[in-house]
Every structure is written in C-alpha cells, then in structure tokens.
C-alpha cells in the first residue's frame, strides 16, 4: 500500500514567485493535514481537510497561503507571492475519518521550501 | 503557542547506551504521542499514551506520562545506529483533530 506522497521534495524559489506543494493521502484516508517546520522550531498545523471541506485552517499564516483538495482526494497547497519567512518543510499527513482518527497519522517526506 | 517542548534538544550516546528525552506541554491532553523522522524522511508514529495511562511499552521504547506535572518520557533502551534521528512528541487536547507537536530531540547514536 502507497503512503503519503508529496511533489516536489525540494523546490527553490526566488521571493515574490508562486510555488505549489501537492500531497497524496493514503487511498481511503478522509483526513488530511498540512504541517511546516521552520528552522528547525516546532511543527505547526496549518491546516486540516474532511474529505473536500476544510476543517480548520486556524493555523494557516497569512492569505498568502491557499490550499485546496478538489474532489477530496490529493490536496495542493499554494504560495502567492512566497516571502523569506516561508522557509521550511512542509509536511502533509492523512488518517482515516472516525473515533480515534487523529490518534495515528501518517506522514509524507515533506517538502523542503526554499525561498531567496 | 507551542504545546509540547522535548529537552534535550540534542542528544548523542554510543550504541547499546540508553536515552531518554522528555517533553512538557502547557494544557490538558487527550492523549500523547511520540514520532520518529529520519532524515529526509517523514514522520512515522511510534507510540501513544492515554491520559489515563502512566506507562507504556512497545518493544524498546518505553513512554511515561505524568499528567500532574504535564510531561512525559520516551525512552529508547539498547540503542542502534539506526535510531538516529529526531524524535517529536505531539498531543491531541481532545476537543479538535489537530496535534500540537513540539521542535523535536536529536538522537545520533554512535557505533
């Protein structure tokens, strides 16, 4: 069975350019997550899908920052203009919808962001 | 603000050695949970602990949880090289579907 992946793994980028991260959940899997790390400070929640809907986008920074997942399937998460501080690795996760669904998630690799 | 803080935040100890690394968080929990991330790598789940839970065990790791002080403990007994990596602790108040995670420990374990 395929884990999580994300696309691309790396991505540098000039300040002021668009950069879009994708995340495939696990098949089935009706939550999905995104996380940053910046320099190497805590994980942060950014975000969290059931399905299509967001859940909670409490953490996202700024509205630089849009994400997306048509169809309820692979998200993607967009960054218009990128800034400096945008810097990090992004992390996606997913789990399955139900009693306990956040007890387990399920990490991608990341991306890792860079932004000059 | 960030809930769950692990100390050390580096720790290095020759193979076969024990360590330890504890995390505090700030408000009341649902449960805890303890990830690994090798480098390059994605998190990967490692064990959870109840609030109602004081010690838990999954073949070398072993977690503690005091709730009256709010902290916790994730020990890795018997170490290898493959442990290397950084361990986060991550909690779940319960009441949402986010985990709070903290800025993680470096382990390098040396041969």
């Known amino acids: 069975e395929a884990g999580v992946t994300q696309f691309p793994s790396h991505s540098v980028i000039e300040k002021g350019q668009t950069v879009t991260l994708r995340c495939d959940p696990i098949?089935?899997?009706?939550?999905l997550y995104w996380y940053r790390r910046v320099m190497g400070k805590e994980i942060k929640f950014l975000l969290h899908f059931v399905k299509e809907s967001k859940q909670d986008e409490s953490g996202m920074p700024n509205n630089r920052f849009l994400a997306e997942r048509t169809g309820g399937t692979y998200s993607t998460l967009k960054v218009q203009p990128a800034e400096l501080e945008d810097s990090g690795v992004y992390f996606c996760?997913?789990?399955?919808?139900?009693?306990?669904?956040?007890?387990?998630?399920?990490f991608g690799s990341g991306t890792q962001l860079s932004v000059l | 603000s960030q809930q769950g803080e692990e100390d050390p935040q580096a720790l290095s100890i020759q193979e076969g050695e024990n360590a330890t690394m504890n995390c505090s968080y700030k408000t009341s929990i649902n449960n805890l949970q303890w990830y690994r991330q090798n480098s390059g790598r994605g998190l990967v789940h490692l064990i959870l602990i109840r609030s109602n839970e004081r010690e838990k065990h999954s073949g070398r790791l072993r977690v503690t949880l005091d709730t009256s002080k709010k902290s916790s403990s994730l020990l890795i007994t018997a170490s290898r090289a493959a442990d290397t990596a950084s361990y986060f602790c991550?909690?779940?108040?319960?009441?949402?579907?986010?985990?709070?995670f903290g800025a993680g420990t470096t382990v390098t374990v040396r041969a």
């Open positions: 098949s089935g899997h009706d939550n």
């Open positions: 996760a997913s789990s399955s919808l139900g009693q306990g669904a956040n007890e387990k998630l399920f």
């Open positions: 991550a909690t779940d108040a319960g009441h949402d579907y986010k985990l709070s």
